[in-house]
């Protein structure tokens, strides 16, 4: 319709033209029909990506806890010397316990703190990714009006980063892992 009443009116035919937005129609109609298909098949490869790099850690006779205690030492403060297993550990104060524990609860802090973020943003991920989805019959809409190119651009913007999201995540949560590890 839209189409039909800027040719009786003769509006700006390079623009608004039967000859410029009819191809754009048809691909539209075409792509809005499988805009559930390409949204599904995105967020699946970002899925795949997301698996791959938290796959390394499935499985694994540790927790998570125990990985990021041994990894950081926590523990290594109350460790005796060697050959001092009978007598009171030496070189351990008060001071040097004091610190050690405040510092293992920092970590802890920070981790349950980062932990509970990312379970956070992975949720609003999901439903953002909800809604985009409901939303992309209309971006592609968007794509045929000249005028609302932009907001066909916003709305791929913003579902590229939240479908990029995980894997992302998972990558920074595979380094910092793998660090600790050695």
Do not use: C
């Not at 499935?58 to 010397?81: D, P, R, W």
């Amino acid at each position: 319709m839209f189409i039909g009443f800027t040719t009786i009116l003769r509006l700006d035919e390079k623009s608004y033209g039967i000859k410029a937005l009819l191809p754009k129609l048809i691909i539209a109609a075409l792509l809005i029909n499988f805009s559930l298909v390409i949204a599904g098949a995105i967020i699946d490869f970002t899925q795949v990506l997301t698996h791959f790099f938290l796959e390394p850690f499935e499985g694994q006779s540790f927790s998570l806890s125990e990985f990021v205690a041994t990894g950081l030492n926590i523990t290594k403060i109350f460790e005796t010397k060697e050959g001092a297993q009978k007598q009171e550990a030496k070189g351990i104060d008060g001071l040097n316990v004091l610190i050690g524990l405040i510092g293992g609860l920092a970590v802890i802090i920070i981790m349950f703190i980062v932990m509970t973020a990312a379970a956070g943003f992975l949720i609003v991920r999901v439903v953002a990714l909800w809604f985009l989805i409901i939303l992309a019959p209309i971006a592609w809409v968007f794509w045929i009006l000249p005028g609302l190119n932009k907001q066909f651009s916003n709305w791929w913007s913003s579902f590229l980063k939240w479908a990029f999201f995980a894997p992302a995540y998972a990558f920074f949560f595979y380094l910092t892992l793998s660090t600790l590890g050695h």
